[in-house]
Nanobody, 122 residues
Framework: QVQLVESGGGLVQPGGSLRLSCAAS????????MAWYRQAPGKQRELVAT???????NYADSVNGRFTISRDNAKNTAYLQMNSLKPEDTAVYYC????????????????WGQGTQVTVST
């Protein structure tokens, strides 16, 4: 019923930038909080950034000042602008969204994307 599709990952040198996108599609009534998580090899998945429907944002300390989360509610899309990338930012980045469906407008459920690989290396 709902799909989250991430894009924009890739290989970048330290100090470089990437912009990730997360597009939600399906039988969507409204989207609440959208978030980006990441998981590095051998590590637990960690929260990177969140954004509410009225554009209130929060960031992990490790990315604060370097990453910017934003969203376009008309397109049901969230973005993650990543600047000054470091090797320790290497991970699979996942999009997460709290979504209600047209068939159940007052019930929200979390959905996950399939992930996009970000590799920061020389």
């Amino acid at each position: 019923q709902v799909q989250l599709v991430e894009s924009g990952g890739g290989l970048v040198q330290p100090g470089g930038s990437l912009r990730l996108s997360c597009a939600a599609s399906g039988n969507i009534f409204t989207i609440g909080v959208m978030a980006w998580y990441r998981q590095a090899p051998g590590k637990q998945r960690e929260l990177v950034a969140t954004i509410t429907s009225d554009d209130s944002t929060n960031y992990a300390d490790s990315v604060n000042g370097r990453f910017t989360i934003s969203r376009d509610n008309a397109k049901n899309t969230a973005y993650l602008q990543m600047n000054s990338l470091k090797p320790e930012d290497t991970a699979v980045y996942y999009c997460n969204a709290d979504i209600s469906l047209n068939s159940r407008r007052f019930t929200f459920q979390f959905y996950w994307g399939q992930g996009t690989q970000v590799t920061v290396s020389t």
